[in-house]
C-alpha cells in the first residue's frame, strides 16, 4: 500500500542540472528500498540508483560522479541529483520501491537538449 509521486523533470541543456523528488504516501517508508529508473525512447529501463533502508547505495555506470540519490525519511522522499547531464540522459525518470512488493510512480520526463 504505497503511492509515489515524482516531480522535478524538465527541459535541461547539456550540463545543467536537476533535482528529481519522490514522495511516498500509504506505508512504512524507513522499510523500503527505493529506486529510480528511467527509460528512453527506444531502450531497456534500467536501474539509474539505488538507497536501501540500511543506506546502501548503488548506481549505473553512466551515471556515477554525476547523479546522487538521498532519502529523507521524515518527510518520505527520495532524491535523485543529477548534475552534468548530458543528451544521453533523456528519459522517463520512475521512482520504484520494494518491500513485499513492487510500486511504480508514473515517470517523469527529464529532456537534455543538445
Known amino acids: 500500500q504505497v503511492q509515489l509521486v515524482e516531480s522535478g523533470g524538465g527541459l535541461v541543456q547539456p550540463g545543467g542540472s536537476l533535482r528529481l523528488s519522490c514522495v511516498a504516501s500509504?506505508?512504512?517508508?524507513?522499510?523500503?528500498?527505493m529506486n529510480w529508473y528511467r527509460q528512453a525512447p527506444g531502450k531497456q529501463r534500467e536501474l539509474v540508483a539505488g538507497?536501501?533502508?540500511?543506506?546502501?547505495?548503488n548506481y549505473a555506470d553512466s551515471v556515477k560522479g554525476r547523479f546522487t540519490i538521498s532519502r529523507d525519511n521524515v518527510k518520505n522522499t527520495v532524491y535523485l541529483q543529477m548534475n552534468s547531464l548530458k543528451p544521453e540522459d533523456t528519459a522517463v525518470y520512475y521512482c520504484?520501491?520494494?518491500?513485499?512488493?513492487?510500486?511504480w510512480g508514473r515517470g517523469t520526463l527529464v529532456t537534455v537538449s543538445s
Open positions: 538507497f536501501t533502508p540500511g543506506g546502501i547505495t
Open positions: 520504484h520501491a520494494n518491500y513485499r512488493g513492487e510500486y
Open positions: 500509504g506505508s512504512i517508508f524507513i522499510v523500503y528500498t
